[in-house]
T-cell receptor, first 109, second 117 residues
Framework: GQQLNQSPQSMFIQEGEDVSMNCTSS?????WLWYKQDPGEGPVLLIA?????ELTSNGRLTAQFGITRKDSFLNISASIPSDVGIYFC?????????FGAGTILRVKS | DGGITQSPKYLFRKEGQNVTLSCEQN?????MYWYRQDPGQGLRLIYY???????QKGDIAEGYSVSREKKESFPLTVTSAQKNPTAFYLC????????????????FGAGSRLTVL
C-alpha cells in the first residue's frame, strides 16, 4: 500500500523553540491529516487539510497542504513541555487511512 | 459525550490463548478500524469495516479475526496463530469513507496494551 515518509523520526525540543516536521507521499492526496499521540493514549486529530496550498492554524500549530498535493508540513511555535509526544501525518488511500511512522518529540534535559 | 471505548486497557495473555479486545462507539459512525502500533513503526491496519456484517482485511490481518454484528461494536480477537501479539492496539471509527470532506477523519479510542507472557 501507500507509504508516507515522515521526517524527522525524532527530535529534541527546548521550551520556547519552534518545531517543524513534514510528510511526503508518492501519490497525490486530497486530504492531509495531522494527529498527536500522548504516551499510552490514542491519537487525537490536530489539523485537517482539504485543499492544495491550504494553510491552517490551531493555536500554536500551523499545517500546510503542499501545492504538489504530495506533501504536508506541521509547525509548532514556541513549544511547551506538553508538546512532547508522537505526531503522525495521515492521508486517505481508497476507503482507508494510511499513516506515517511518526515524529517523536522529546524534551531536552 | 460521544466517543470510542476500548477495553481492557491492559491485558496479559499466555502463549496459545485467544484474547478478545472490545471496541464500542456511540458516535453513530458507519466505519470502524483496528490498528496495531509497535515502537517506531507507526500504525498498521489490521481489519476495517464500513458497514454492519461486512469487514475487510487490512495490511496485517493474519492471526486476527473480527466481527461486526452491531454498528456500535467491532471486537478484535487475537488468536494463537498471531506469532508476535505483544503490541498496543487502537480502535477507530469514522463516517463512511469517501464522499464529503471530513469523511476520512478517524476518531480513536484510548488503546489496549496486550502483553504475551
Amino acid at each position: 500500500g501507500q507509504q508516507l515518509n515522515q521526517s524527522p523520526q525524532s527530535m529534541f525540543i527546548q521550551e520556547g523553540e519552534d518545531v517543524s516536521m513534514n510528510c511526503t507521499s508518492s501519490s497525490i492526496f486530497n486530504t492531509w491529516l495531522w494527529y498527536k499521540q500522548d504516551p499510552g493514549e490514542g491519537p487525537v486529530l490536530l489539523i485537517a487539510l482539504y485543499k492544495a496550498g491550504e494553510l491552517t492554524s490551531n493555536g500554536r500549530l500551523t499545517a500546510q497542504f503542499g501545492i504538489t498535493r504530495k506533501d504536508s508540513f506541521l509547525n509548532i511555535s514556541a513549544s511547551i513541555p506538553s508538546d512532547v509526544g508522537i505526531y503522525f501525518c495521515a492521508g486517505p488511500e481508497g476507503n482507508k487511512l494510511v499513516f506515517g511512522a511518526g515524529t517523536i518529540l522529546r524534551v531536552k534535559s | 459525550d460521544g466517543g470510542i471505548t476500548q477495553s481492557p486497557k491492559y491485558l496479559f495473555r499466555k502463549e496459545g490463548q485467544n484474547v478478545t479486545l472490545s471496541c464500542e462507539q456511540n458516535l453513530n459512525h458507519d466505519a470502524m478500524y483496528w490498528y496495531r502500533q509497535d515502537p517506531g513503526q507507526g500504525l498498521r491496519l489490521i481489519y476495517y469495516s464500513q458497514i454492519v456484517n461486512d469487514f475487510q482485511k487490512g495490511d496485517i490481518a493474519e492471526g486476527y479475526s473480527v466481527s461486526r454484528e452491531k454498528k456500535e461494536s467491532f471486537p478484535l480477537t487475537v488468536t494463537s496463530a498471531q506469532k508476535n501479539p505483544t503490541a498496543f492496539y487502537l480502535c477507530a471509527s469514522s463516517r463512511r469513507q469517501g464522499g464529503s470532506s471530513g469523511a476520512n477523519v478517524l476518531t480513536f479510542g484510548a488503546g489496549s496494551r496486550l502483553t504475551v507472557l
